[in-house]
């Protein structure tokens, strides 16, 4: 769910958000994208950034995983899992 605050936390408080557009970053910055990658794996291995996730099996779980992403609320990615790449879904 986004986040939200009371009109007079803008108003009367100066609040600011700022953020930006990851897909346009992306496609003008290439060339840092390996390094960004880098920089997110090393957080990741220090624990300091995580992602939660609830792994399903494509072949047998994927009805369930399509109720679970549907969901409203859902605060976790879902992760589809690929046992025999040969076969044909």
């Known amino acids: 769910r986004a986040p939200s605050w009371p009109w ?3 108003v009367f408080k100066q609040m600011q958000v700022n953020g930006f557009n990851l897909r346009t970053w992306m496609k003008d910055n290439k060339k840092k994208i390996p390094q960004m990658m ?4 090393k957080l990741v291995n220090a624990d300091k950034l995580r992602v ?3 792994e399903y099996e494509l072949g047998t779980e994927f009805d369930e995983a399509l109720d679970h992403a549907l969901e409203e609320g859902r605060s976790t990615k879902i992760l589809l899992k690929v046992k025999d ?3 044909t879904y």
């Open 85 to 87: 790449i040969g076969v």
């Open 8 to 10: 007079n936390q803008w």
């Open 38 to 41: 880098e920089a997110l794996a």
């Open 52 to 54: 939660t996730y609830t």
